[in-house]
């Protein structure tokens, strides 16, 4: 549970709000991340927060300005130094999807679950199999191993059971109002 120090070795603007950081251990090295993980980053006397990985070697996280802790972490510059935890969660299936046509849903369908579960709704109609879809989801987090509470959907922890979760496990929870 104890962050690792890892310095802001590079970092470059990708929108007015957000930036990506490459970080480089200044101790033992967290496990390597798989695509669709997070780990919990930690602005050091501000606070922590989940955000994916968006390269794994060497590790590269892209954050967007939301609020204090998350405009802590894109405020810091190279040099600075940034705490990290996990990496935590599931992750994309790659395996099941080597050779096969993909399709992404994201941008605008980005939004709150109801936006993700009518996308998903969408794609079932126009013939793609349920149980080939996959949905990333996010919600609050505050432990990111399954103490807290914080990321419940139902029965699912979302740290340690998503933020990937198959479709046909997360319908039934998302079509629940305000679970
Ligand atoms: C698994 C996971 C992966 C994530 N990956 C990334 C990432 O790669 N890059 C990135 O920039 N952000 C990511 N986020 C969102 C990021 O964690 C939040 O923006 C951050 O927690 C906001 O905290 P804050 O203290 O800065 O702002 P707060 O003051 O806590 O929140 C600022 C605003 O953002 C909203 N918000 C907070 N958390 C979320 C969320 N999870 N989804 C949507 N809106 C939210 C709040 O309702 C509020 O309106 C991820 C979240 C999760 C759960
Ligand atoms: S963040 Fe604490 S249980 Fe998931």
Redesign the pocket.
């Known amino acids: 549970m104890t962050p690792v120090p890892y310095r802001v070795a590079d970092r470059w603007r990708e929108t007015g709000d957000t930036v990506t950081l490459r970080l480089e251990p200044l101790g033992r090295p967290i496990g390597e991340p798989r695509p669709g993980q997070f780990t919990m980053m930690y602005a050091f006397g501000i606070g922590e927060v989940?955000i994916s990985v968006s390269r794994a070697v060497p590790i590269e996280q892209t954050v967007r300005a939301a609020g204090a802790v998350s405009r802590a972490i894109h405020g810091t510059r190279t040099g600075g130094v940034l705490g990290l935890r996990g990496p935590y969660g599931t992750g994309w299936d790659l395996d099941g999807a080597r050779g096969r046509d993909l399709v992404f849903a994201g941008g605008v369908v980005c939004g709150p679950e109801i936006m993700m579960r009518l996308t998903a709704e969408a794609l079932v109609a126009r013939g793609v199999p349920a149980a080939d879809v996959r949905l990333s989801l996010e919600?609050n987090?505050?432990?990111?191993?399954?103490?807290?509470?914080?990321?419940?959907l139902g029965p699912l922890?979302?740290?340690?059971d998503g933020p990937v979760v198959a479709y046909e496990t997360a319908a039934p929870l998302m079509a629940v109002k305000e679970l």
């Open positions: 989940p919600r987090m505050r432990c990111g191993v399954a103490w807290c509470g914080h990321c419940q922890l979302l740290c340690r």
